[in-house]
T-cell receptor, first 114, second 114 residues
Framework: EAGVAQSPRYKIIEKRQSVAFWCNPI?????LYWYQQILGQGPKLLIQ????????DSQLPKDRFSAERLKGVDSTLKIQPAKLEDSAVYLC????????????FGPGTRLTVL | GDSVTQMEGPVTLSEEAFLTINCTYT??????LFWYVQYPGEGLQLLLK?????DKGSNKGFEATYRKETTSFHLEKGSVQVSDSAVYFC?????????????FGTGTLLAVQP
């Protein structure tokens, strides 16, 4: 079974530029999560989807971050414009359903904002 | 709100030494508890989990017991190997909540020397 796929693996941009990350969850998984992991900290949830609907985006900085999962499968997270403090690893995870106990994580995208 | 506190690292051990990484939690409901491991350059992998009080999760020689009375979920291994060197994250989720999102501790870096 293929795992959670993410791209790109690494991205370096200048502040005020825009960037997009892509995630393809495990086939059949209804719930998709985006986490932000700042160096030295644990991952923090940014947004959670159930199929193509948003369940929780309370920690998403909506003035600059956006995310979509239009067909309920893959998802895109965008930052526009980026700030220095957005430098982090962006992790995508999926689970079979919102009540499932196990989330499966992708390899992450490491973003560096200069 | 719910939170997880882990012992700070780094933890440096010699091969075959006994490992304990402490984890305590604060939660209003009845959380599920997890240990995730992150090897260098890789994404998070579920190591073990426990979903109710007194449950013991185990995998690859690692164990952790869900202790409701002390709100703890300490990770242990009897004899560590160099290949166990990684960052370990304790986490909780609330299956009865609206989102079942994971809340992570800050992570503990384990370095095992030959």
């Amino acid at each position: 079974e293929a795992g959670v796929a993410q791209s790109p693996r690494y991205k370096i941009i200048e502040k005020r530029q825009s960037v997009a990350f892509w995630c393809n969850p495990i086939s059949g998984h209804a719930t998709l999560y985006w986490y932000q992991q700042i160096l030295g900290q644990g991952p923090k949830l940014l947004i959670q989807f159930q199929n193509n609907g948003v369940v929780d985006d309370s920690q998403l900085p909506k003035d600059r971050f956006s995310a979509e999962r239009l067909k309920g499968v893959d998802s895109t997270l965008k930052i526009q414009p980026a700030k220095l403090e957005d430098s982090a690893v962006y992790l995508c995870a999926s689970s079979l359903d919102i009540s499932a106990n196990t989330q499966y994580f992708g390899p992450g995208t490491r973003l560096t904002v200069l | 709100g719910d939170s997880v506190t882990q012992m700070e690292g780094p933890v440096t051990l010699s091969e075959e030494a006994f490992l304990t990484i402490n984890c305590t939690y604060t939660a209003t409901g009845y959380p599920s508890l997890f240990w995730y491991v992150q090897y260098p350059g890789e994404g998070l992998q579920l190591l073990l989990k426990a979903t109710k009080a007194d449950d013991k999760g185990s995998n690859k020689g690692f164990e952790a017991t869900y202790r409701k009375e002390t709100t703890s979920f300490h990770l242990e291994k009897g004899s560590v190997q160099v290949s166990d060197s990684a960052v370990y994250f304790c986490a909780l989720s609330d299956p009865g909540g609206a989102t079942n999102k994971l809340i992570f501790g800050t992570g503990t870096l384990l370095a095992v020397q030959p």
